[in-house]
């Protein structure tokens, strides 16, 4: 279900986005890992004796995490023990996962020039990198020629950007979040029986 889950989710950003396919398979089993996280974090709270706090629980969950993924807000801006968030949870690394398989199958790019000659004296041409951008794109809007250029240059702006192949990485870090949580599920509902078990039967 999870992967049926992540197909949907991925379909309409390689219609619309015009995504290479070849990336289709890693990109969902990359979303299914991280919804399995969710799932799971859903798992625990399930035990909350209020559904209503369960539910709060798991929406303060989402948006930590939403918010602590290395996009929004670096990890150096993030005081301790917050800052612990910002490496464990499964949205960072699900995206910096995605973020380098796309951009690596995604080939070149026309709206770059090569800095030599009389590119270098392009409007937006500083000649800082190996491209410049050519007027009138601006260079917030032009990233690089290549796969590896645009992640160095994003990687600049995001911490979740990384411009080396880190998925094993990722998909590791996702999945020992999962088990962990899975444990906590275990433990906690092995603490709520025994609790339930040792209380004295209600009297009529």
Request: hydrophobic share 50%; aromatic share 14%.
């Amino acid at each position: 279900m999870l992967f049926i889950l992540s197909l949907c989710n991925q379909l309409p950003m390689f219609i619309i986005g015009d995504w290479p396919w070849k990336i289709l398979g890693i990109q969902v089993t990359t979303a299914a890992a991280m919804l399995m996280t969710f799932d799971s974090v859903a798992t625990v709270y399930s035990l909350d004796m209020h559904a209503a706090l369960a539910v709060m629980n798991f929406l303060n969950f989402w948006f930590t995490a939403l918010l602590m993924n290395g996009f929004m807000i670096a990890a150096r801006d993030i005081i301790w023990p917050f800052q612990v968030a910002t490496h464990i949870f499964p949205l960072r690394y699900a995206f910096e996962a995605q973020v380098y398989q796309l951009f690596q199958a995604s080939g070149t790019y026309a709206d770059t020039l090569p800095c030599s000659g009389e590119n270098a004296t392009l409007e937006f041409g500083n000649c800082s990198r190996s491209f410049v951008c050519p007027f009138p794109v601006s260079p917030n809007e032009c990233f690089g020629p290549t796969g590896d250029e645009i992640l160095v240059s994003l990687g600049a702006m995001y911490d979740s950007v990384k411009d080396t192949n880190r998925y094993a990485l990722c998909i590791g870090v996702i999945c020992a979040f999962t088990v962990f949580l899975k444990l906590c599920f275990v433990l906690r509902l092995r603490q709520q029986v025994q609790a339930r078990e040792i209380q004295p039967p209600i009297q009529d």
